[in-house]
């Protein structure tokens, strides 16, 4: 037999796990389990107003009345096959959600929804803008998240991305006594280098104490549409430097679909959501900001649901088939550019969850009591990243609306357990009580 190891050499051993411990949970924190918006809506910033969503909504409900009057033919519109009750209460909660809150979250765009213009008009534009997302604060009537999308940090455009950004939060702080409201991120678009987000980073940081706007209250949502963003000319990922140049700032960051196929030579006709390339690309954000609690969001479907029955019905279950397949790949937010495609952005997410509704029921409650009883006999993690995966879906169901959360419960999950967001918390609460 050999002699045990000198005791102060195995503490230096587990001090340095401690510290590699201490340093990937710093860098991996895992979901904040707030919510995350199923979409963002782009519009140009010379059309924003304080009641944009409202009228947004109103516009949702007149394209689905016009098109699809009944929850049969919305079903079929979108090539929804599935029976008859998950039809109709798919298209219940969406009339609930387009009355209620028809948008979640909106970008004022500055960039590629506004174009180039002369100083004088953007500075207008954006103490225009900021007046109304003050109007919106004091009236309750902006979506539950918003922010604006500047232009690119480029020598050509920094500049005046600067300006506009500076000009738009001191109007904005101006009219709230330095208040931002809930949820408010600004989008940088294009980024081909992590100086990008850094020189964005120490802006906020002159920002926030010379407007009296709170420490860390400005953050950052990246764009990921360059090839530059996905890999550096040293071959190393460039997305991990993104999040560090962000030094904690960073909420999310989105999928440029059009930009970046542009950026891979691919032709105009084939410039698409689904393509390889595209999915290349998603599965890289993925890979990089997996576990540090970066929200991910898909691109936008640029055929618009306009015209006549056939020619909405057409764009509708193109847009069905995007939002699917973003969902099925773990991207469970995206973009919308028109009004007609709230009705489907809705549909497509709630189909989604309802669809699987009972199977993922039965074996979320089949494998709770398996393992609980496995956990007795030593076995309790076999099935636990199955049941994650089943207790994700119930979670992303539940935030994003489609599952009530009496429905989550029904497995026989308890509400703290679902808030918990832990499979092997729940197994290691249901030993407690059974062992």
Not at 223 to 245: C, H, K, N, V, Y
Not at 400 to 412: N, Q, V, Y
């Amino acid at each position: 037999m050999g002699t045990t190891l000198p005791t102060d050499q195995i503490d230096a051993m587990l001090a340095r796990l401690a510290a590699a411990q201490a340093e990937h949970t710093a860098w991996y924190p895992g979901e904040s389990g707030a919510r995350q918006p199923v979409h963002t809506v782009y519009g140009g910033a010379h059309l924003f107003k304080s009641t944009t969503a409202a009228k947004l909504g109103e516009l949702a409900l007149k394209a689905l009345d016009e098109h699809a009057p009944d929850a049969a033919t919305f079903a079929a519109a979108i090539g929804l096959e599935a029976p008859d009750d998950v039809v109709e209460t798919m298209y219940g909660r969406v009339l609930h959600k387009l009355q209620r809150e028809p948008v979640e979250d909106f970008r004022i765009d500055f960039e590629d929804g506004y174009g180039n213009r002369p100083d004088d008009e953007e500075d207008g534009h954006a103490r225009a803008a900021a007046a109304q997302v003050a109007a919106g604060m004091k009236a309750g009537s902006l979506p539950p998240f918003i922010g604006i999308r500047i232009k690119p940090l480029t020598e050509e455009l920094g500049a005046r991305s600067i300006r506009t950004l500076d000009v738009f939060t001191t109007a904005l702080a101006e009219a709230t006594g330095g208040e931002l409201p809930a949820n408010f991120v600004v989008t940088l678009p294009k980024i081909t280098s992590d100086e990008h987000v850094a020189v964005l980073t120490d802006l906020f940081d002159a920002l926030e104490p010379k407007l009296g706007i709170a420490t860390g209250a400005l953050g950052i949502e990246l764009m990921i549409e360059t090839t530059q963003s996905i890999m550096g000319r040293d071959g190393r990922s460039s997305l991990p430097l993104f999040l560090a140049a962000a030094r904690g700032r960073c909420v999310a960051a989105h999928f440029g679909t059009y930009d970046y196929t542009a950026s891979c030579n691919i032709t105009a006709a084939h410039q698409h959501m689904t393509h390889s390339s595209c999915d290349f690309a998603r599965h890289m954000m993925q890979v990089a900001y997996a576990g540090t609690g970066i929200w991910l969001s898909d691109g936008a479907t640029n055929i618009m649901p306009v015209g006549d029955r056939e020619s909405v019905h057409e764009a509708w279950r193109l847009h069905v088939q995007h939002i699917w397949h973003s969902l099925t790949n773990g991207y469970y937010q995206g973009w919308d550019l028109h009004p007609a495609q709230l009705p489907t952005r809705y549909g497509a997410v709630y189909a989604f969850f309802l669809e699987a509704l009972d199977a993922a029921s039965e074996r979320l409650t089949n494998f709770i009591a398996k393992a609980a009883q496995a956990t007795l006999v030593g076995d309790v993690f076999d099935d636990a990243a199955t049941g994650q995966g089943l207790l994700n879906f119930f979670l992303r169901g539940v935030s994003c609306g489609a599952i009530k959360e009496e429905e989550a419960l029904a497995t026989g999950i308890t509400l703290e357990e679902l808030r918990g967001r832990s499979f092997v918390k729940i197994l290691a609460n249901r030993k407690g009580t059974t062992g």
